[in-house]
């Protein structure tokens, strides 16, 4: 095996990430948590990763992506900051 380049995770993900999904479940869409993402993406805003949000409760189940004006920089603080406000596997990471 011959590599063509190397490169770290922060890196890999910043070149071949197309997308983060944010999973909220039950009562976690509400107001207050709704401003917690907005506290939480903005420093990372005017990137080229889409973000979407995945909800989903007993009736039903939806994903809704945010406004161009919430793509993000797909950072590693990013990353961190929203799965130490989330459980880790609410935080996804789509590549293509």
Not at 24 to 29: D, H, Q, S
Not at 54 to 68: F, H, I, K, T, V
Not at 76 to 88: E, I
């Amino acid at each position: 095996m011959v590599a063509d380049q190397l490169m770290n995770l922060a890196a890999a993900r910043s070149r071949y990430a197309r997308g983060v999904r944010i999973n909220l479940n039950g009562e976690g869409a509400n107001a207050a948590n709704a401003g917690k993402l907005k506290t939480l993406l903005a420093p990372y805003c005017n990137g080229q990763i889409q973000v979407m949000v995945r909800y989903r409760n007993g009736d039903a189940e939806c994903e809704m992506p945010l406004g161009d004006a919430w793509k993000v920089k797909l950072d590693d603080g990013l990353v961190s900051s929203l799965k130490d406000w989330l459980k880790p596997e609410n935080v996804q990471v789509l590549y293509n």
